[in-house]
């Protein structure tokens, strides 16, 4: 069992909505949490950084983590076309070498 | 400010043949890593540096992967020799290092061994 899980979906939705991104980890002395947005044939580009457990709000993007539950989400308020994407969660116990989980493939729909 | 730089972009080699990649991280940045990324995975870990110093190097095979990182700036990872699994995208990263540990990547160079 790897320590961090996520769905790789395809996960498809319209234009406008409200996307949920999540997932789950076996290591509770994970500190640090990240998500990741890489396009095809691209490199993953930081979008959000958490250190221990709270929110965290960036423009549409809003990051949570439940170190309780070992449960991160990420969330897409007004979705775009141009957020069409792979999700990466990425986590850490000292902020250094990073767990990565497979990624979500997310297609908002115009 | 240029951000990560590796190349080549891609690349192809049979099997048994060496392959190098260069990776070239953001100025002032100590903290150098490579990972791998196999098709529908996330990146795996290979090498973390701290400026010269391989701090981080358990999930690097060293039958035939090397790394370098001469004057705590460029670094290269080499393979000698590729196999058929060794097909990935090799993804470099760098952060500021102390506690400032944001990681930024590269575009990666896609290796394809036949």
């Known amino acids: 069992q790897k320590e961090v899980e996520q769905d790789p979906g395809p996960l498809s939705v319209p234009e406008g909505a409200i996307v949920s991104l999540n997932c789950t980890y076996s290591?509770?002395?994970?500190?640090?949490f990240m998500w990741y947005r890489q396009y095809s044939r691209k490199g993953p580009e930081l979008l959000m950084y958490t250190y221990s457990s709270g929110n965290k709000e960036d423009g549409r993007f809003t990051a949570q983590v439940d170190k309780s539950s070992k449960y991160i989400s990420l969330f897409i308020r007004d979705s775009q076309p141009s957020d069409s994407a792979t999700y990466l969660c990425?986590?850490?116990?000292?902020?250094?070498?990073?767990?990565f989980g497979k990624g979500t493939s997310l297609l908002v729909t115009p | 400010e240029a951000g990560v730089v590796q190349s080549p972009r891609y690349k192809i080699i049979e099997k048994k043949q060496p392959v190098a990649f260069w990776c070239n991280p953001i100025s002032g940045h100590n903290t150098l890593y490579w990972y791998r990324q196999n098709l529908g995975q996330g990146p795996e870990l290979l090498i973390r540096?701290?400026?010269?110093?391989?701090?981080?190097d358990s999930q690097l095979p060293k039958d035939r992967f090397s790394a370098e990182r001469l004057k705590g700036v460029d670094s290269t990872l080499k393979i000698q020799p590729a196999e058929l699994g060794d097909s990935a995208v090799y993804l470099c990263a760098s952060s500021k290092g102390g506690f400032d540990t944001e990681a930024f990547f590269g575009q990666g160079t896609r290796l394809t061994v036949v």
């Open positions: 990425a986590m850490s116990l000292s902020g250094y070498a990073l767990n």
């Open positions: 540096y701290e400026n010269e110093e391989a701090v981080d």
């Open positions: 290591n509770s002395a994970f500190q640090y």
